[in-house]
């Protein structure tokens, strides 16, 4: 198998100023990055934000690295509440503007696509509440996007709105299957909750994959571990991605390894490339 490309998470890289970070992905091999907005790495509300994005589309360019912009950052938006508000809060539209400022830097980098999730419903919002802010939120989302010429992935994550495969289905449906709008697949997900194999979670989603996360996980434990210290087969799982036709960045999502990025970063790409 050649076509897959290899991506890094900047989020695994917390303790690197983002020029460094992308230096030692390039130089460790990789293909690409997948870059999290966050207080030290692009802060879309940062004095000079639009000067630092363009000196990071030209390093991008510089390093020969692809680029997917996420949006997973834990206290950006509000120093008291990890991710919040999300798109279910009752201030929501903070999110749905940073979301369309992400959009918009992902334009400017030549992003292949640009990821978010829905968030954990407060215990204050009714479900119905929270699912319809979730379906208004991702449409104004899209919106920007398509006027943008962005390609969009949303992300099932455990504890979340929307957790699985199913569930973005249910919000694929409701949006009206609009252009441009596909899923973020987390090959650890997977394995934590989804009820079918693996590879047959990444068959499933196949017409609609727009950005691939990689780790390790156990069944039912929420916990990104570094290859080999879980419980997935990776090969047929690279098989299936290859299968698929996939072509975007199959990106490592560690985002607790920042104590140890370089040797983790490393030994990752290591892995996956004996593992295809």
């Not at 198998?1 to 303790?15: A, D, I, S």
């Not at 980098?109 to 991702?138: I, K």
């Not at 899923?183 to 994959?209: F, K, M, N, Q």
Request: with cysteine; aromatic share 6%; proline share 5%.
């Amino acid at each position: 198998m050649t076509g897959l490309r290899f991506g890094y998470g900047t989020n695994g890289f917390g303790n690197h100023r983002l020029s460094d970070a992308l230096a030692v992905l390039a130089d460790l091999g990789y293909d690409g990055v997948a870059l999290t907005l966050d207080h030290g790495h692009l802060n879309p509300y940062a004095r000079g934000a639009a000067r630092r994005v363009d000196a990071t589309a030209k390093r991008l360019a510089r390093l020969g690295l692809s680029v997917v912009v996420e949006t997973g950052a834990r206290y950006l938006l509000d120093p008291w509440r990890k991710h919040a508000p999300t798109l279910l809060h009752d201030d929501r539209d903070l999110r749905v503007d940073f979301l369309r400022r992400a959009v918009a830097i992902g334009a400017d980098l030549g992003a292949e696509a640009v990821s978010f999730w829905a968030g954990v419903r407060p215990d204050t919002v009714d479900e119905a509440t929270a699912w319809r802010r979730l379906v208004d939120g991702c449409a104004g989302v899209v919106t920007t996007a398509q006027q943008r010429g962005v390609i969009v992935g949303f992300e099932p994550e455990p504890g979340m709105l929307v957790e699985d495969i199913a569930g973005w289905r249910r919000l694929h449906d409701a949006l009206g299957h609009p252009a441009g709008f596909g899923i973020t697949l987390d090959i650890g997900h997977c394995r934590c909750l989804e009820p079918d194999p693996v590879p047959d979670c990444v068959a499933a989603v196949a017409d609609h994959l727009v950005n691939v996360q990689i780790d390790d996980m156990r069944r039912g434990v929420h916990e990104h571990l570094e290859f080999g210290a879980g419980e997935i087969d990776f090969p047929p799982v690279l098989a299936a991605l290859e299968a698929a036709g996939y072509r975007g960045l199959v990106a490592v999502e560690l985002p607790r390894h920042s104590h140890a990025a370089p040797a983790v970063a490393a030994d990752s790409l290591r892995f996956l490339q004996a593992a295809r």
